[in-house]
Every structure is written in structure tokens, then in C-alpha cells.
Nanobody, 126 residues
Framework: QLQIEESGGGLVQPGGSLRLSCAAS????????IGWFRQVPGKEREGVSF???????SYAQSVRGRFTISRDNDKKALYLQMNSLRPEDTAVYYC????????????????????WGQGTQVTVSW
């Protein structure tokens, strides 16, 4: 059974850092595009960063230069290193996966993803 589980969220002050982890099981990790979305109450879920099955990456403009996505295929794990955090980064962060490689215009479309974790809360505040 395919499972995805996020961890690493928490409370951090503006300017601080957090590292989110996404642990996957039950599928061939290497064949999937996997990434991060985030959502705040009352707003649509938005794409943050993605790593395709071919190793290429993509970042939303709002996090470029501050966040870094990486994956360990042997451990079936995806990571999101978040630096220089801002209050507007506060959200529930979700890990999502879909088999194959998506073109850029598809990467940020929540409907393209078949598998989701339960989410982890990130709060950036004094």
C-alpha cells in the first residue's frame, strides 16, 4: 500500500530554518515526481517545490533562493530545506506524488497528483 508521511514542521521565528521530510513506501520512488504543496485556511493549495523522476527541480517564485528540495531514492525520502523563513510561509505543508515526469505547467496543478500525505504545520512567528 502506497503511503506518504511528512514530518519536521513546527514553530520558528522569522529568518529561521526548518527541514521538512517526506517518507514514502509502497511504490517505486524513482519513477515518481514528488513535491511539496502548502495551504493556509481559506486559500487554495499552492505548489512550492518539486523534484521530477529525472532529477530536475522546480521552485515557486515566492520560495526561490530560500528553499531547497532534495531526494534520496535509496531511502525513499524527499526533503525541503527552508531557510530565511517569513511569516507568509506559515501553512500546512503537504507532500504529493505522481508517477512519471510532469511538464512545468503540470507540476503546480494539485489535480495531477495521485498520492498525498496528511500534512505538517509550519508556523513562522515571533
Amino acid at each position: 500500500q502506497l503511503q506518504i508521511e511528512e514530518s519536521g514542521g513546527g514553530l520558528v521565528q522569522p529568518g529561521g530554518s526548518l527541514r521538512l521530510s517526506c517518507a514514502a513506501s509502497g511504490f517505486n520512488f524513482r519513477d515518481y515526481t514528488i513535491g511539496w504543496f502548502r495551504q493556509v485556511p481559506g486559500k487554495e493549495r499552492e505548489g512550492v517545490s518539486f523534484r521530477r523522476s529525472d532529477g530536475s527541480t522546480s521552485y515557486a517564485q515566492s520560495v526561490r533562493g530560500r528553499f531547497t528540495i532534495s531526494r534520496d531514492n535509496d531511502k525513499k525520502a524527499l526533503y525541503l530545506q527552508m531557510n530565511s523563513l517569513r511569516p507568509e510561509d506559515t501553512a500546512v505543508y503537504y507532500c504529493a506524488a505522481v508517477r512519471g515526469r510532469l511538464i512545468t505547467s503540470e507540476l503546480y496543478n494539485v489535480r495531477r497528483y495521485d498520492y498525498w500525505g496528511q500534512g505538517t504545520q509550519v508556523t513562522v512567528s515571533w
